[in-house]
């Protein structure tokens, strides 16, 4: 069986804990299916750039809105295969829920560090819409390819965070106190900062492409080519907080 291929690139935040030199990891396209997720990677990289420049905070908020998406409908498609198919579905349907509430996890937090515009709220809700419909039938006609599109918006994902720290670290953006529901959530200290919770939404987010290029390498018949899938953080069981 062949091996997937990916490129390793050290981040130039130094390792001090063992997650802060998070390194970039790019899985190298092999095929039109791979081609078509990075280019469509590119394209919604590119609008992101465009609208967002360095407001990384509502960055967040907006693409997280989206990054919750494709769990749920991933554990959605493949729970009905197991039902249909009556197969076992090797744990895909929880890692894959999982997932989904994670990355809202991140946008509880971050809607506690900014405020969404107007505008952005209505990008939201227009954003779902077409997301979440064209994600599934993507999914429904090559969930190799959605597992692939999913795997490169991480990597995107753990860049964007790189450059948020990068922002907080030069003192462009204030480095406040971690949210109640962060301090809950990844079970920080009292003391805990946001920089403190960018370092974690990263490390879940390297977790998250990971996980989903090695999908999508296991539905192309490849060995993935990662030595080891970034761990996530650890998390809270119940993740309400008492009111
Ligand atoms: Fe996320
Ligand atoms: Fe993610």
Known sequence: MPHSSIDVIANPLAPVDGRIGESSVHHVPSGFSDQFAQGFTRLLRFCADTFFAKRYG???????????????????????????????????????????????????TFIEIAQPTVFERLVVMLAQWIFYVGFFLLYLVSSRTAHRVVGYFE?????????????????????????????????????????????????????????????????????????????????????????
Not at 98 to 103: Q, T, V, W
Not at 162 to 185: C, F, M, Q, W
């Open 155 to 243: 990597e995107e994902a753990v860049i964007s965070y790189t450059l948020y720290l990068e922002e907080i670290d030069a003192g462009r953006s204030p480095n406040v106190p971690a949210p109640y529901i962060a301090k809950h959530y990844w079970k920080l200290s009292a003391d805990a900062t946001l920089r403190d919770v960018v370092l974690l939404v990263r490390a879940d987010e390297a977790h998250h492409r990971d996980i989903n290029h090695g999908f999508a390498d296991k539905l192309s018949g490849l060995i993935s080519a990662q030595a080891h899938v970034a761990p996530y953080p650890p998390h809270a069981d119940e993740i309400r907080v008492k009111a």
């Open 58 to 108: 509502h960055r967040a908020i907006v693409l997280e809105t989206v990054a919750a998406v494709p769990g749920m409908v991933g554990a959605t498609i493949q729970h009905l295969n197991s039902l249909r198919r009556m197969v076992d579905d090797e744990g895909w349907i929880r890692t894959l829920m999982e997932e989904a509430e994670n990355e809202r996890m991140h946008l509880m």
